[in-house]
Each structure stands twice: as C-alpha cells, then as structure tokens.
C-alpha cells in the first residue's frame, strides 16, 4: 500500500488553511508552519478585556467561494460558521447631515435613493446592470479560468468580449457616464477603493465591486470575520491536518529548480509539496534562493514594485452606543476628487476624508462575553 504524499504549506492565511482543506481531501499528509502565534494572517483579532475584535477585513461579500471549501470536503458550512444576510447593506451619510441606506431588497433602495436623489434611481440601476454583466464576462474568462498553462488560442478567441468590458477605462470615469449627483458617485467610487487602488486609475473591471454587492447581498459571520479562519482550522484539524504556530520557514529547499522541502526554525523538513502562501515579495526575498528567480524578477525590479495602499483603521473602544448606526456605515465627503486620490499621493492628507465606520457590538457580532 502506497503512502500518502506529504505536502507543507507556508503560512496560515485563509488562501494556506483553504489549501490545506483541499490537499487533505486530496490524501495529502498536510503540515501548515506559521511564523507567528496565531493564524489567520491578515484576517486576524484584536483581544481586550472580554472584547474580541477584527483585526482587518470586515466587508464580507460573494460567500460562494468561502463556503466552497466545506463543500469540496462533503461538509455543511452550517456546522462550522454561521452566516447572516444583511436587510441593509450600507448607511450612508454625508457632510450635509443627510443620510441614506442601501438595502438588499431592489425596491426599498429605489425608495430610498428617490427621496435623496430624485430621479437617479434609475441611472444607478443601469450602472448596477452594466457593471454586473461586465463582471459575468471577467467571471467567466478570468476568474475561472487557470494561468499555470495558458491557452493562447482560446485566450484570442475571446478578446472580442473582453473588449467590451472597456478594461482600460477608470472605475470613476464609468460612475460618471451613469450618475450625476455627486454623493452617489463618491459612494460606488469608494467601494471600487477596496482593492487599494485609486478609483480615478483602476481599470473600469473594478465596478464589479458595488454591482455584485448590490445584487447578491452582504453577509456577517456570526462572531466576526475571524470565526472563519476559526472555522476551517476546525475542518483541518478534523481531516488529520497538522498547524504548526511559531514555525518560522526561513527558506524554500531547491534541487534541480524544485522545491523539495522548507528550512523551518533551523530544520529541514522535506516534503512532496511545497505550497507558500506568504506575501509574493516578501516570499522572493527572503524565502526562495537568490538564484531560482535571477533570470526572471530582478531584485531591482523586486524593489520597484508598486503596492496597492494600505487602510489606516482606528479601533475605539467606546462606552457609549450609537444606535443609529448599522453594521456597515460610509461617511461621505463632496470633494469628491481630492479625497478619492488623497490616499495615493505623496504629501499630507487633506481634511476632509470618506470614513467607514463598523460598531463591533452589534446584534451579528459576539464577544467573550455573549454581549
């Protein structure tokens, strides 16, 4: 009887802990190393007192993929997270003392842009339209597609709709052909932000962001984000997973331009497979060999690459309660252009800004205390 090959994986990110998932399905003997004490990556907690809170991410949009993975392990994610769709997607307020929401439901957001806005309810859900067939054809030739081997010939075969996506056209200057009122276009426009890039040079794609928001909806882990990562380390451990914490991998073993095992906490292990989900420079740098990547990313060039901008997130722990808030909240500015570019040019930030506010004690989202 033939052993199970062994895999390791570098770093317990959701993409590494979502790998591990399927390598174990797989018959794989996986062993995750992660340097720090806790997993999660990014997605991670913040402890105080009886209060726990995320670290980062918090906008949990396109649960499809998320609930994949359980799915591919014949289980129900029912078992291992608790998901709740929002009535209400966003509330928005602007500098002018106005406020608005967003809902889920088609008709109630109609109501409540028309009692702002007028008439651009209509222009709005033209946007929405465009914008989500748009992402259909990115769906369906990009993002299901694999890169590991490129297939040129359908790749050609489908420039003809790719071109009507419009990719080299910025996300604001779509918003702009759509909406006229100047709050509205700031909101999808902040939206397109999440990706880190400035709406006013991001490619037109990136409306896909407001659009599918809009039409599938926006959910809460019941917990916060970091019961997800709680929750796949549940499914590994019950698949025979191993994590490691405070696994330092120092460096990717090659022989022959393959990875054959990971230098980790000054050990070798060795193994079949090698999957490293740290960040891609970070990886370059300081856990592949100098010499694998020479011929192909200089270091210079390693050194010059642009990164997508970081958010700045203030945590407040306060003791009084705003009721008037919702789970997810947007405070608009109108000078639109300044703020939207602000975060990506060098010099001091301006006074006015777009703030995203996020009441951690909600009726979704439980501390240690069952609060």
């Known amino acids: 009887?033939?052993?199970?090959?062994?895999?390791?994986i570098v770093g317990a990110g959701i993409g590494g802990l979502a790998t591990a998932v399927r390598l174990l399905i797989n018959n794989?003997?996986?062993?995750?190393?992660?340097?720090?004490?806790?997993?999660?990556?990014?997605v991670n907690l913040i402890e105080y007192k009886d209060f726990k809170i995320d670290s980062s991410a918090s906008i949990f949009m396109l649960p499809k993929p998320y609930l994949e993975v359980f799915k591919y392990a014949k289980k129900d994610p029912k078992d291992y997270i608790e998901l709740v769709e929002l009535n209400t997607l966003y509330k928005v307020f602007n500098d002018e003392g106005d406020s608005f929401n967003i809902y889920s439901d088609f008709l109630k957001t109609t109501e409540s842009l028309e009692k702002v806005f007028n008439d651009e309810s209509s222009n709005y859900y033209k946007y929405i339209s465009d914008s989500y067939r748009r992402y259909l054809l990115v769906k369906k030739y990009f993002l299901n597609r694999s890169f590991f081997t490129l297939n040129y010939w359908r790749y050609f075969k489908s420039l003809p709709e790719l071109i009507k996506i419009h990719p080299f056209k910025n996300c604001y200057k779509t918003i702009e052909e759509y909406i006229s009122n100047e709050?509205?276009?700031?909101?999808?426009?902040?939206?397109?932000?999440?990706?880190?890039?400035?709406?006013?040079?991001?490619?037109?794609?990136?409306?896909?962001?407001?659009?599918?928001?809009?039409?599938?909806?926006?959910?809460?882990?019941?917990?916060g984000m970091y019961s997800y990562v709680k929750a796949l380390e549940k499914l590994i451990l019950e698949l025979g997973g191993k994590i490691h914490l405070n696994s330092n991998v120092t460096n990717i073993i090659m022989e022959k331009n393959v990875a054959i095992g990971a230098k980790i906490n000054h050990e070798n292990i060795f193994s079949d497979l090698i999957v490293c989900n740290s960040d891609f420079t970070y990886t370059i740098q300081n856990v592949l060999p100098r010499s694998t990547f020479k011929n192909k990313i200089s270091r210079?060039?390693?050194n010059n690459l642009s990164f997508s901008c970081s958010t700045f997130i203030l945590h407040l722990f306060l003791k009084k309660k705003y009721k008037n808030l919702h789970v997810h909240n947007i405070v608009l500015n109108l000078n639109k252009k300044e703020v939207l570019l602000a975060p990506f040019i060098d010099g001091p930030l301006p006074k006015e800004y777009i703030l995203y506010l996020l009441p951690k004690l909600n009726r979704y989202f439980i501390n240690s205390s069952g609060l």
Do not use: H, W
Request: net charge positive; hydrophobic share 35%.
């Open 1 to 8: 009887m033939s052993k199970n090959k062994k895999a390791i």
């Open 183 to 223: 709050y509205l276009k700031t909101l999808l426009a902040f939206q397109c932000m999440y990706i880190g890039e400035s709406p006013l040079k991001s490619s037109n794609v990136f409306n896909l962001i407001p659009s599918t928001t809009q039409i599938y909806g926006l959910y809460y882990i019941k917990g």
């Open 300 to 302: 210079r060039k390693q």
């Open 28 to 42: 794989f003997e996986v062993d995750i190393f992660e340097k720090n004490s806790k997993i999660g990556g990014k």
